[in-house]
């Protein structure tokens, strides 16, 4: 079993969130009105992602082997009701679309010439949230700063080609948890901002096939696998900017 812990950069970051808008403290609050919507759109960064090639190889070391494909940036929309004073609920729509070269395959061309054959490996996922989340009553203002999480349902898939060859890789689903620290600024009575901090690890186990048993790329002939059992899991903080309105 794997164990996610955070790493003291996380840490302070999500401190960061916490103790900034305490610098609001003693203006006038803004009520928020039972009922009311907020409707956002956001730009996320991501930390990490890795994608395990052979998750189901009888070779321990090899089942384990997985390539780091680093951060990524994505975006998403939500839609937040505020159920009181203290508490709000929202739906988050976000699509996690990402790819990566990782190799080249090199070979001769049948007139002699060496040619790189590229790899092109990585994911598209969507993910789906319901989340809650609950006002820390320590600031005051037009300042809020908040906990959250709840469930999420995740579809995607692998996407890989060599040179011209692309893999089929069916769309699978899974579900998930997430928790999240935020701080939100009402600029007005009828926008305003948030930033967020989100720990979750989508996880989505494929099977990928070539229609073929080799492909030809500029003149280099390249044998391709059979199916392939791998894994994606994109275990990285979650650094969230938004801009929402009222309604």
Request: proline share 5%; aromatic share 12%; no cysteine.
């Amino acid at each position: 079993m794997k164990t996610i812990a955070l790493r003291y950069s996380d840490e302070i970051a999500l401190l960061i969130f916490l103790l900034l808008p305490a610098l609001a403290r003693g203006q006038e609050s803004r009520p928020i009105p039972a009922g009311s919507l907020q409707v956002s759109v956001f730009g996320d960064y991501n930390t990490s992602a890795w994608l395990y090639p052979a998750s189901r190889d009888d070779d321990p070391v090899v089942r384990t082997t997985y390539y780091d494909m680093g951060g990524f940036l994505s975006i998403g929309g939500e839609v937040r009701m505020n159920v009181s004073r203290s508490n709000m609920i929202g739906v988050l729509f976000q699509p996690l679309i990402y790819r990566k070269v990782t190799e080249t395959i090199f070979g001769y061309d049948r007139a002699g010439n060496y040619v790189g054959v590229p790899v092109n490996d990585g994911f598209s996922i969507f993910v789906t949230e319901v989340n809650g989340f609950f006002n820390i009553p320590i600031v005051e203002g037009d300042w809020r700063i908040y906990l959250g999480g709840g469930p999420s349902f995740i579809y995607g898939r692998r996407e890989l080609s060599i040179g011209s060859a692309a893999a089929s890789t069916p769309y699978v689903s899974s579900f998930g948890i997430q928790v999240m620290a935020g701080a939100s600024w009402n600029v007005s009575e009828v926008w305003g901002l948030r930033a967020e901090m989100k720990f979750r690890s989508p996880e989505l186990n494929t099977a990928s096939s070539f229609n073929s048993s080799s492909t030809t790329y500029n003149g280099v002939t390249v044998a391709l696998p059979g199916t392939m059992y791998s894994k994606i899991n994109v275990n990285g903080a979650d650094f969230i900017l938004s801009a929402f309105i009222v309604l």
